[in-house]
């Protein structure tokens, strides 16, 4: 495994995306992804799953000999659980249904038009003084966004789409400059760069499939790390196998050629990109 180091956090370059993932799936998945080396997983209020990563994470501790120390937990609140008075009651939910004493890392899932920035982050920074969040950060901030939102609290993150078909060199380059982690989501465009003959022939010259060239191509950024959702064995396997090579300085500017601004996530609440 490799780690973005930032903030003074340790996030392991490859964690385990849960959206969609519900019920006994979901705890299997996240007991089996932990057996398998997973450290980091990623969930959220609005995906009515945390009782069951919770119970994945303790089966899968229990089992493989795991310290709570060792892992990382995001979870994100939700858009109706933004102001002041939701976001700490909301927290305490998210834990109890999680079964943790603590959450790694707490997300503005969307940015507010209704509820002030401010008012939100301000009652965060409480839950990071009570010890119950190590780490804040946002989702789906553009650069202004980010921008205003470094100027009232230290983030850890700004967890954004990206993958070889959606470029997001502007939020790079201010996670270099910030110290910050860029934590890309559907880094596989949902299982569309397996239909992609570049990403496809680099893989060949390396015994990769083009999803692990993708994952691999995100996490060579040293601020960045991915958060596929795999519910599969072999998929989980091979997406954490992607440490035992390197895309040259070639290889990554053609995959980053490939960028045509295919965003998947865009729902009707989004900011203006
Ligand atoms: P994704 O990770 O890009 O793609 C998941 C799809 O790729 C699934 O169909 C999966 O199939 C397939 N897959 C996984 N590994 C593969 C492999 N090695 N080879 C071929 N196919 C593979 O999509 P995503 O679920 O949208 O994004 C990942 C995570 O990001 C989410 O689960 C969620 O945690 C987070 N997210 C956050 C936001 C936000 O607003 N903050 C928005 C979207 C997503 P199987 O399931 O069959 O293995």
Redesign the pocket.
């Known amino acids: 495994m490799e780690y973005v180091e930032a903030q003074g956090a340790r996030i392991p370059k490859i964690g385990l995306?849960?959206?969609?993932l519900e019920g006994e799936r979901c705890r299997e998945t996240v007991e089996r992804a932990l057996a398998l080396g997973y450290r980091h997983v990623?969930t959220a209020q609005a995906y009515e799953n945390e009782a069951e990563v919770g119970a994945g994470l303790a089966a899968g501790m229990a089992r493989g000999g795991i310290l709570r120390d060792e892992l990382f937990v995001t979870t994100?609140l939700s858009m109706d659980n933004l102001t002041r008075d939701r976001v700490g009651a909301s927290a305490r939910e998210s834990l109890e249904r999680l079964a943790l004493d603590r959450i790694d890392l707490l997300l503005i899932?969307?940015p507010s038009e209704a509820v002030p920035l401010r008012e939100t982050l301000e009652a965060m920074l409480r839950l990071v003084e009570q010890r119950l969040v190590r780490h804040l950060g946002v989702?789906?901030f553009t650069p202004p966004l980010l921008e205003e939102a470094l100027s009232i609290a230290p983030l850890l993150t700004n967890?954004v789409?990206h993958?070889p078909f959606l470029g997001q060199d502007r939020l790079l380059e201010m996670a270099e400059k910030n110290d910050l982690c860029l934590t890309a989501?559907?880094?596989?465009?949902?299982?569309r760069v397996?239909k992609s003959d570049v990403l496809r022939s680099i893989g060949e010259a390396h015994g990769k499939?083009a999803?692990?060239v993708a994952l691999r191509w995100l996490t060579q950024h040293p601020n960045e790390c991915a958060?596929?959702?795999?519910?599969?064995e072999a998929?989980l396997r091979?997406?954490l196998d992607i440490f035992d090579f390197a895309l040259s300085a070639g290889e990554m500017r053609r995959i980053a050629g490939l960028a045509r601004g295919e965003r998947l996530?865009d729902p009707a609440w989004a900011p203006r990109w």
């Not at 995306?17 to 969609?20: H, L």
């Not at 989501?185 to 299982?191: D, K, Q, T, V």
Request: glycine content about 6%.
């Open positions: 995306g849960t959206w969609m990623d994100k899932h969307w989702s789906n967890q789409e993958h989501y559907s880094p596989l465009a949902r299982g397996e499939s999803s692990q958060i596929p959702k795999a519910s599969s998929h091979a997406n996530i």
